[in-house]
Every structure is written in C-alpha cells, then in structure tokens.
C-alpha cells in the first residue's frame, strides 16, 4: 500500500514556474514508477510524466517536454514535477500516482494522490 499526497500548486503567470511535491508513504516506494497527471476541467485525466523506481528513467508527453521535470528521491519518499514556462493550457489539478511499470495510461496506477491545483494566468 503506497499513500500519496501532493503539494506545491497555486497560481502562476504564464512564463513563469511552480515546483509540486509528491510525498508517499510506505517501506517499498523505490519499486514503483511514478507519474504525474493532470486533469482540466471537462476533459480526461490526462498523461503528464513519468519516471522509473529506480535509475531515474522519464518519459514525458509530447507538450510539457523541455518545460517539465520529473525527479524523485528514494531516501526521503519524494517525487518531484518541476514546470517552468508554464502556459495557460497547462491549469488543471495536478495527481501523482504509483505504478508497478512505466505507463502513461492512468487506469495501470494502483495508487493516487488526492491532487493540487495548478492555474496559469495569460
């Protein structure tokens, strides 16, 4: 069992930055990959990043590459989603999940947090 819960969203202009934190709980946090998703209002939760249990593999979809980055550290139970040049499209609430792989769809996630809301001012 992986509890997660997320930090660090508000409200930013366009061009500019937001850091959110993803604190999980649980002996066995190094084994699951672990993604970010963001869900805007009306649409479906959408794939935002990933990164491996271990060795820090990512993998990003096709609109936050180069702007997001995904980090996480083992030692103190952390998963990092940094954002820079943040648009107006990226607003949404934003969920970190756990997973046994890899994956960009979010029906594979087992685990979730309960979401921070991220809102980019034009």
């Known amino acids: 069992q992986v509890q997660l819960v997320e930090s660090g969203g508000g409200l930013v202009q366009a061009g500019g930055s937001l850091r959110l934190s993803c604190a999980a709980s649980?002996?066995?946090?190094?084994?699951?990959?672990m993604g970010w998703f963001r869900q805007a209002p009306g649409k479906e939760r959408e794939f935002v990043g990933v990164?491996?249990?271990?060795?820090?593999?990512?993998a990003y979809e096709d609109s936050v590459k180069g702007r997001f980055t995904i980090s996480r550290d083992n030692s103190k139970n952390m998963v990092y989603l940094q954002m820079n040049s943040l648009k107006p499209e990226d607003t949404g609430i934003y969920y970190c999940?756990?997973?046994?792989?890899?994956?960009?769809?979010?029906?594979?996630?087992?685990?979730w947090g309960q979401g921070t809301q991220v809102t980019v001012s034009s």
């Open positions: 999940a756990a997973a046994v792989g890899m994956f960009s769809d979010y029906l594979k996630y087992a685990f």
């Open positions: 649980g002996r066995t946090f190094s084994s699951y990959a």
């Open positions: 990164i491996s249990g271990s060795f820090d593999i990512t």
